[in-house]
């Protein structure tokens, strides 16, 4: 779990018993965090790419996260695109 840099939003993940996470972003809404959005949806409807597993994710504000999707497994190191998300 990453939460923006003034805690408003947090992306969480949630493993669903394959090799896949189930991604979605919270807002905290009267000191409890409520799902507003599933990341893995709004990415596969922009993209057409399968949002499957990420890694160094990271705000840089309360509306803009960067993160990497992996795209190869190497054990050199992963091989990654990355992504930024703007929530308004």
């Known amino acids: 779990m990453t939460t923006s840099l003034a805690g408003k939003y947090r992306l969480n993940k949630v493993f669903e018993g394959q090799e896949c996470f189930y991604h979605f972003i919270q807002e905290k809404k009267n ?17 057409n790419k399968w949002l499957c597993v990420i890694e160094g994710e990271f705000w840089t504000d ?27």
């Not at 000191?31 to 993209?47: D, R």
């Not at 996260?65 to 930024?84: C, H, I, K, P, S």
């Open 31 to 47: 000191g409890k965090f409520q799902k507003v959005a599933g990341l893995n949806e709004i990415f596969e409807k922009k993209t």
């Open 62 to 88: 309360d509306h803009t996260l960067y993160f990497g999707l992996v795209t190869q497994y190497n054990e050199a190191g992963n091989e990654y695109d990355y992504y930024r998300l703007k929530i308004s």
